[in-house]
Structures are given as C-alpha cells and as structure tokens.
C-alpha cells in the first residue's frame, strides 16, 4: 500500500514539472478592435489576446464591418528549465491587408453616402419639373390638335391662311405625341407566359410572408398583441398583381399598401377612383426613388447649415415601412441602389425594427451573380448605417414561413431573378 502511494506521488511530482518547464504565459496582453458604425456610435470589443490566440485576431470580414485599429500591445514569456525568454510585441502594426480592408470599405461607404446626398438634391424638384413639363406638354397638344382638327374642316386653299395648322406646327404636334406615347405604360400582364405568372405569385407570396413576420417581430418587441399592422411599399403595374395578392391571399387591409409608378395612366388604374384596389392617396405619380427620398442630407442639415422638417420631402418619406418589394426594377444596378439608399439611408430611424426587402433583375441571368453581389454588398453598407445586420433569407426560407419550392431565377425564359433579405439589429 505504502509503495502505491509513493508511486502516485512521485507520477504528480513529475507532472507538476513538466507543467512548470514549459508552461506558457500570456501577459499584459492588449488588443482591441472597434467595430463602429457611421450614425450609430456602437462599440464591440471584438478580440482581446488575454482569451483569445493573437493569429485569430486579424480575421475580418470587409463586407459586414468597417474595423479600425486602435492598439496592439503584446508581450508574451516562454518558460522552459527555469529561464525565462521574453518575446515583446510591443508597437507591433497590424497587417497591411486588413489595413487595405479598412480602406477599401470606408472608401466604398464614403461614395455610397456622398452620391445619396447628391441624388437627394436632384430628386425634390424632380416631380414636379416632370408634372410641369407633363402639363404644358398636354396643353400643347390640344391646342395644336384643335387646330389641326380646324384645319381638316376646310379646304387647302383655306387651311394655308393664318389661324390654322403649318406644316411646322404638324411636325410638332407629331413629336409631342411621341413623347407622350414613349411615357405610357409598357407593362403587359395579358403577354406574361404560365411560367412568368407562376414565379411572381411565388414572390409575392414570399413578399406577404415576410411582412407577416416583420409584423409579428415589431409587435413582440414592443409588447404589443398584433395591433399594429405593418406598412409595405412596392412597385406594381396597371393590372394590381401584388396589391391583389396582397389584399386578397395575404389578408392585408389596402391602406397598408403603398405603390409608386412613373405612368400616370397605371396610377390611376390602381386607384380605387380608378377602379383598382388602393386608397387614392397610396399611390403617387412618382419613381420609387423620389417617393421615399427625405429632404435632409445624411448629415441632418442642407448646405445652408438650415434645419429640414420631417414633411419635406417624398410623399412617402415619412412612413415606416416593415417591407420593400422593389420587382420590375431592370438591372441596372445603380437604380435599384438608388431605390434602396432612398428608402432606408436616414437620420431618423430604429434599429430594433426588422425590414425585409426584395428586388429583381430583369433582362436574364447574365451577369446576375455579380449584379446581385453589388446590390447585396451595398445593402450591407446602408444597413451598416443603421446599427443593423443583412440576412439572405432565400438561405434559410421555412424560418420565414416561405416554401422551400421557392427559386431565385425563373419567368420565360428564365429571364428574371428575384431575391429577399431581411435587415435585423445587429
């Protein structure tokens, strides 16, 4: 019994200095990386090398954090035998390619930014320039068509007296009605194929089911038992295919429903006083970028250092959307992040708020995968802006309640791709 026990100690005592001649010490060890965020001053301690291995620290992602070094201070002692060997990492630079990272993400967010705030400026005049024009456009040709219609009633000899049509007069009127028919709606649900149809009920269905959970999270968040119905914004043509869908599948009440269209005549069909399914004053004559745009430049004051009132603006700048269904927007990718920055670049907001946001690209699947990077990636920044986080819902869709039957690229000739993500407090 006696020899057992001395064994055990001696197999301790023989543990207790391997652990000691090569035991490895970390000490006084700094290293702090900010994670900060343009209007939305939030700071996390990502790594601190008293925790965790020095190598892992430098891991960053540039698409989803803009990160800034602020220290790096390690000093680290070896012990081996009784001597000790100390290897200082004291001043030590991070490496040039996170550097680079930085840069190059600032950089990126910095043009986002300055080209929303000039894009800005142009678009509160832009209505109504495009309704003036519009209007002594009209006006101008009933004058010249009552005219030619004078003109017509006559004979040749008559006609060439003055109070009636010229030649020249002839050639404007045709130019006018140009124009005029350049702006007149192109959508055509009656040329759409079964294959087309069957992926936008599909989308639509995704566009009510995230709505639905947007709803549902605001309300759980603030503790309220669904009595606050979620707002939605999306672009629809004369026919109302989403709005129906909307109202009729989802069960939403019309007045939740917001739609923008730059063709006067779809506007009026989507009207109730047109005969269509939404409150008049849901739908605006407008492109989406001008509806949702705010008056006030990021930084909160217009160049004058003036103050701008939340009435400016928009006609729809002052509602708080749960979800944007941007379809049928082309693919040209500059617009559709000009839609996005309208829509969500703001002084005014909260984080907490989920917001699901759709969009397409029309015109078939060349080039999609890196057009739809460029809008992802932007969204990111914009989200950035707002303390949140962007989720490709299309990777996880059943969360969501959406089918997993769902695709992404569909319509003839597979010629419109369609994808949804969800921006969350981050």
Not at 17 to 28: E, G, N, V, Y
Not at 143 to 164: C, D, F, H, M, Q
Not at 220 to 232: C, L, M, P, Q, T
Not at 315 to 325: L, M, P, R, T
Request: hydrophobic residues 35%; contains cysteine; neutral net charge.
């Amino acid at each position: 019994m006696m020899k057992y026990v001395m064994q055990s100690v001696a197999f301790s005592l023989l543990l207790l200095q391997l652990s000691t001649a090569f035991s490895l010490q970390i000490h006084s060890s700094v290293l702090k990386i900010r994670c900060s965020c343009i209007g939305n001053n939030h700071q996390k301690n990502l790594c601190n090398t008293a925790e965790t291995p020095p190598q892992y620290c430098w891991t960053t992602t540039k698409r989803y954090a803009r990160l800034s070094i602020l220290h790096v201070a390690t000093s680290t002692s070896l012990s081996a035998g009784g001597r000790e060997r100390r290897l200082n990492g004291n001043n030590a630079d991070p490496p040039s390619s996170l550097l680079e990272a930085i840069t190059e993400i600032k950089t990126a967010e910095e043009k986002l930014l300055a080209a929303e705030d000039s894009a800005r400026q142009k678009r509160m005049g832009q209505i109504q320039q495009r309704q003036k024009k519009a209007a002594t456009r009209e006006d101008r040709i009933s004058t010249l068509e009552l005219k030619l219609e004078r003109t017509e009633s006559v004979s040749i000899s008559e006609s060439e007296s003055a109070g009636y049509m010229t030649a020249a007069e002839m050639s404007e009127l045709k130019g006018l009605l140009k124009v005029r028919d350049s702006f007149e709606e192109q959508y055509d649900p009656l040329v759409f194929t079964k294959e087309h149809l069957e992926f936008k009920a599909m989308h639509n269905d995704a566009f009510i089911a995230l709505s639905n959970y947007c709803e549902k999270e605001r309300n759980r968040i603030k503790g309220i038992d669904g009595s606050e119905r979620a707002n939605v914004f999306f672009l629809d043509g004369p026919d109302g295919g989403t709005a129906s869908a909307l109202i009729d599948r989802g069960q939403f009440n019309a007045a939740q429903c917001f739609v923008a269209n730059r063709h006067e005549t779809s506007c009026h069909s989507l009207t109730q006083s047109g005969g269509g399914l939404l409150p008049d004053s849901n739908v605006v004559y407008a492109t989406a970028s001008e509806a949702l745009t705010v008056a006030a430049p990021l930084s909160s004051e217009d160049l004058t250092g003036d103050k701008i009132g939340k009435e400016d603006g928009g006609i729809f700048s002052h509602i708080d959307f749960s979800a944007y269904y941007f379809d049928g927007c082309g693919g040209f990718v500059p617009h559709i992040v000009g839609m996005l920055s309208a829509a969500l670049l703001r002084q005014d907001f909260d984080a907490s708020k989920p917001i699901a946001v759709g969009f397409s690209l029309l015109g078939g699947n060349k080039d999609v995968v890196g057009k739809e990077m460029a809008v992802s990636q932007a969204l990111t920044i914009i989200a950035r802006q707002r303390g949140m986080r962007v989720v490709h819902v299309l990777d996880d869709p059943t969360r969501y309640g959406i089918s997993l039957d769902i695709k992404k690229i569909g319509g003839a000739n597979a010629g419109t791709f369609t994808t949804w993500f969800l921006l969350t407090k981050d």
